[in-house]
Structures are given as C-alpha cells and as structure tokens.
Nanobody, 115 residues
Framework: VQLVESGGGLVQPGGSLRLSCAASGSIFTFYVMGWYRQAPGKQRELVAAIRNGDTTTYVDPVRGRFTISRGDAKNTVYLQMNSLKPEDTAVYYC??????????WGQGTQVTVSS
C-alpha cells in the first residue's frame, strides 16, 4: 500500500492550502483516513480524521479552520486548510487504517506559513 500526498507549500498567514492524499495497492476501503502533522522538535499529532460514514474528528487548534473530506475515488482524502497561522507550519502526513488506528503512512508534505 502506498499513500501519496500533494498540495503542501509556502503560504502567508491567513491564506489557504488544500492537501490531497491518494492510497493505492489496497483492495479494501480504509475504515479511517487522516492527517497528522509534526513540527520541528515536537511529536507527531493528529490533525483530523474521517471514518466510514463520514464521521470526522478535529483537534481544537484547527477546528473551524480545517475541513477533512473523502474524495469520490476510493481511498482518497483531502484537507482544506483555511485561515492558516504560523503555528500550523509542519510536515503533514496522510494516514490510513483498516481499523481505528493508522496502518499506513505517506511520506509527508511540508506546509510553511510565513510572511
């Protein structure tokens, strides 16, 4: 199974980015797909997750600014990030799980919020 992310980059505070993740190599539809991030010197943390039935979870710092959604293609997920702040700067990782915990990870995409 391979997860490929895209959409990261440099954006000014208040700007928006949309991350995409496509998983290939699985005959199953993942129960949960999510986005994690890791800032320099910090542990990797959950940002948002979406489960079968489109139940979503967000961490408090991004709630109301970020939106996670599944794509029409099987095992694709997006993260729309609005009103970005410098503290959102991190490497963002896509994850996918057949159960409630991640089984697979993407390689990461850098998001930098700076003026």
């Amino acid at each position: 199974v391979q997860l490929v992310e895209s959409g990261g980059g440099l954006v000014q505070p208040g700007g928006s980015l949309r991350l995409s993740c496509a998983a290939s190599g699985s005959i199953f539809t993942f129960y949960v797909m999510g986005w994690y991030r890791q800032a320099p010197g910090k542990q990797r943390e959950l940002v948002a997750a979406i489960r079968n039935g489109d139940t979503t979870t967000y961490v408090d710092p991004v709630r109301g600014r970020f939106t996670i959604s599944r794509g029409d293609a099987k095992n694709t997920v997006y993260l729309q990030m609005n009103s970005l702040k410098p503290e959102d700067t991190a490497v963002y990782y896509c994850s996918a799980g057949l159960g409630p915990s991640p089984d697979y990870w993407g390689q990461g995409t850098q998001v930098t919020v700076s003026s």
